[in-house]
């Protein structure tokens, strides 16, 4: 819900502009993805904390900690599911021809009303596949989460964490339960993701 409506901000500015450092910012949106969940984690510990600049003016806006709270995991999960979102959609973007946005605007378009009504419906795709490898990699996700938020019962503690937990008490059965609960949630979404898009691409022929 907060991911994709960012992932498409930046995968179309990514797409579409041309700046001298483009290569960098791309670096740093795709850094989650081969930095290893505990460092990434680890870094933003130290940033939410409350004697770090964004720390401190989290609290300065809200009065209170994002460490081991739920809104430090949601900004934690945003930060590690970054470029699942991004890189789809701007590869998306990447392959409408350019000549179709100058047509559009030449046919009185605005470039605000050229993405609503022309180049939103045609990466559609593009935005599906974020949405499902996303939900995917948020369900998974465990070494950012449990660096971030801990495991406090109630609050904190994800569906990961739980079935990493059950697994040191010797709980299998809990465990697997539960991981058979994420299996099936996992799939069936993605079969549902998958579907459509192919519905999609079917229609178009």
């Known amino acids: 819900m907060f991911l994709l ?17 483009k290569g960098l910012c791309e670096a740093l949106v795709a850094l989650p ?12 510990l130290q940033s939410f904390g409350r ?15 994002l460490n081991f709270t739920f809104s430090g995991i949601l900004l934690a999960s945003l930060v590690a599911n970054l ?32 993405l609503l009504r022309i180049e939103l419906p045609l990466v559609w795709p593009g935005i599906l596949s974020a949405a499902a490898l996303t939900f995917a990699h ?4 465990f070494g950012v989460i449990l660096m971030v938020g801990g495991a406090i019962d109630g609050e904190t503690r994800t569906l990961a964490i739980a079935i990493y937990d059950r697994v040191q008490a010797f709980d299998e059965q809990g465990a697997a339960l539960m991981a058979a609960l994420l299996l099936v949630v996992s799939f069936t979404t993605l079969g549902v993701v998958y579907g459509l898009a192919g519905r999609r691409r079917w229609a178009r022929g």
């Not at 890189?87 to 605005?110: D, K």
Request: proline share 10%.
């Open 5 to 21: 409506p960012l992932g498409i901000f930046l995968g179309r500015w990514l797409a579409s502009a041309r700046f001298r450092g």
């Open 33 to 44: 993805l081969v930095l290893p969940p505990t460092v990434l984690g680890f870094y933003l």
């Open 51 to 65: 004697d770090a600049p964004f720390g401190q003016l989290w609290m300065s806006l809200t009065g209170g900690g």
């Open 83 to 114: 470029p699942f979102a991004v890189q789809p959609i701007q590869r998306a973007f990447e392959n409408i021809p350019h000549n179709l946005r100058e047509a559009a605007w030449c046919s009185g378009l605005s470039p605000w009303q050229t």
């Open 138 to 141: 948020t369900l998974g996700e």
